[in-house]
């Protein structure tokens, strides 16, 4: 793990899913590496009521209702398909089950306007075909084609940003279980599944309009919906777990403390208010204030002090992390945060003090310096 910058979930939690599969009884599909119910505490986390001797820790943060009919899905022969706003864990949540199911999590292939149906299915090695002519060796499967060889879990991110030619090539895929190969005669021209083999997608919910599924694709899916988390508490224990890994990467020791963790939940709450009042776009942050963007706002903060200022998370440079990290348009961004500042923030500056008065001095510092 330490040449990765970032570890697959298979390999950074190896030793927790060696120790589930060792004592799971449960009954699972005929491939999958852990139950059902397994899969559920190693996304969840464990309670005392399953009688694990180890604990498993939460990884992540959600409806446990949403996690099982994932996983009840993934038993099926339809795919998933992960639907939520940005920031509401989709891919992290795909990775985990995907990790879990048959430790392999990295088959994955991003949905762009660039995405061809090569890319979900295969291309060929122009030199060995030059050389040789074609074969299944000079042939390069597809994430997807190496999943339905080895009956594992194939991904697909933001499904929504490919055109419709590409996501109609995954419905055979779906609904048939195999790939045909024109180019090649017998055996060799068709791929077929092998059992395992499912895929997950994610959508972006506020992508609806870009290249929107097809009636024929969605009966091949079974949608669930992730939610916005509203809870307090869980956007807190959220943030709080994806910076304590951020720490643990860049092996900084820097505490973050809860006053400031809390400047961030409410500062994020009351933008959000203010979005869902606004009229208009324009009265209303580019940013979809999610919880990946708290954490990015947490991050830079961290780092610009750990190798910028005294070591220590300060709400002056939290301050100055959420308005450089938020302002994206001007003047439409910047006239709301200085809005914001100018109002909310100064009148919690006056009334509560605390880590106010030095986070809004820094919001209006860097608000200036943007002008």
């Known amino acids: 793990m330490s040449d990765m910058l970032r ?42 009521s399953d009688g694990l001797e180890r604990e498993t820790a939460q990884k992540w943060f959600g409806e446990r209702s949403v996690v099982e009919r994932a996983i009840v899905t993934l038993a099926s022969d339809r795919g998933l398909l992960l639907l939520g706003d940005p920031g509401t864990g ?11 199911v048959c430790r392999n999590s990295t088959q994955v292939v991003q949905g762009t306007a660039g995405t061809t149906e090569d890319h979900i299915k295969y291309s060929w090695n122009v030199s060995m075909v030059i050389a040789k002519g074609q074969s299944r060796a000079s042939m390069i499967p ?18 929504t940003r490919s055109t419709s030619d590409v996501q109609d090539a995954l419905i055979s895929i779906l609904s048939e279980k195999y790939v045909s190969v024109p180019e090649l005669k017998g055996e ?3 791929v077929f599944a092998k059992p395992g083999f499912a895929v997950i997608a994610t959508a972006n919910s506020r992508d609806r309009g870009v290249n929107d599924l097809s009636s024929a694709l969605k009966r091949r899916f079974n949608f669930v919906q992730i939610p916005v988390v ?24 820097l505490d973050v403390p809860p006053t400031l963790l809390d400047v961030l939940l409410r ?14 776009d324009d009265e209303r942050l580019e940013s979809a204030l999610s919880t990946a963007e708290q954490i990015g706002v947490l991050e830079d903060a961290i780092l610009h002090s750990n190798f910028f200022g005294e070591r220590a998370l300060t709400a002056h440079a939290l301050g100055s992390s959420l308005v450089a990290s938020l302002s994206r348009r001007a003047p439409e961004d910047t006239s709301i945060l200085t809005k914001y500042l100018a109002n909310t923030v100064h009148q919690r500056s006056e009334q509560e003090g605390g880590e106010w008065p030095q986070f809004l001095a820094a919001g209006l510092e860097t608000l200036k310096a943007l002008a």
């Open 142 to 159: 597809s994430p997807i084609m190496t999943a339905m060889e080895t009956g594992t879990i194939g991904r697909f991110e933001e499904l």
């Open 90 to 100: 989709k891919s992290w949540l795909a990775e985990l089950l995907a990790a879990a």
């Open 7 to 48: 570890a697959p979930a298979e390999t950074k939690y190896a030793d927790e899913l060696d120790y589930l599969e060792s004592v799971d009884s449960g009954p699972k599909p005929s491939t999958w590496r852990l139950s059902p119910k397994m899969i559920r505490t190693f996304v969840l986390g464990s309670e005392p």
């Open 188 to 190: 060799d021209g068709t």
């Open 230 to 253: 509203t809870d307090k508490r869980s956007e807190a224990e959220i943030v709080r777990f994806r910076t304590e890994e951020l720490l643990r990467r860049h092996q900084i020791e």
């Open 267 to 280: 500062s994020f709450e009351d933008l959000r208010a203010v979005a869902t009042a606004a009229g208009s």
